[in-house]
């Protein structure tokens, strides 16, 4: 069974920093995509960034220069670190996992999701 579990959210005020992990368990594949999504009040989930087992990456335009991706697999954990935060990254942060389809490729839609958490910056 495959968990995911997101963890390091919070409120922060504007110019803040936040560092988000999602700890991963079950999932047997050596080869993965993961990506960390958002939701904010009232809009659609949309993606952040995505990493792959070769370690590629990539970026929703918007994001790539304040936010990074990146796992510890040594750890099984994904992070998030994001800087600069402003008031409309406000929403709920979701982790996803799933397969990996060739390099810098991944199927979609991620079939793991974890639970989400919340971040608020004012």
């Known amino acids: 069974q495959v968990q995911l579990v997101e963890s390091g959210g919070g409120s922060v005020q504007t110019g803040g920093s936040l560092r988000l992990s999602c700890t991963i368990s079950g999932y047997g594949s050596s080869t993965y995509c993961m990506g960390w999504f958002r939701q904010a009040p009232g809009k659609a989930r949309e993606g952040i960034a995505v990493i792959d087992s070769d370690g590629d990456t990539a970026y929703a335009e918007s994001m790539k220069d304040r936010f990074t991706i990146s796992v510890d697999n040594a750890k099984n954990t994904l992070y998030l670190q994001m800087n600069s935060l402003k008031p409309e990254d406000t929403g709920i942060y979701y982790c996803?996992?799933?397969?990996?389809?060739?390099?810098?490729?991944?199927?979609?839609?991620?079939?793991?999701w974890g639970q989400g958490t919340q971040v608020t910056v004012s």
């Open positions: 996803a996992a799933g397969d990996q389809l060739r390099r810098g490729v991944c199927a979609r839609p991620f079939g793991y």
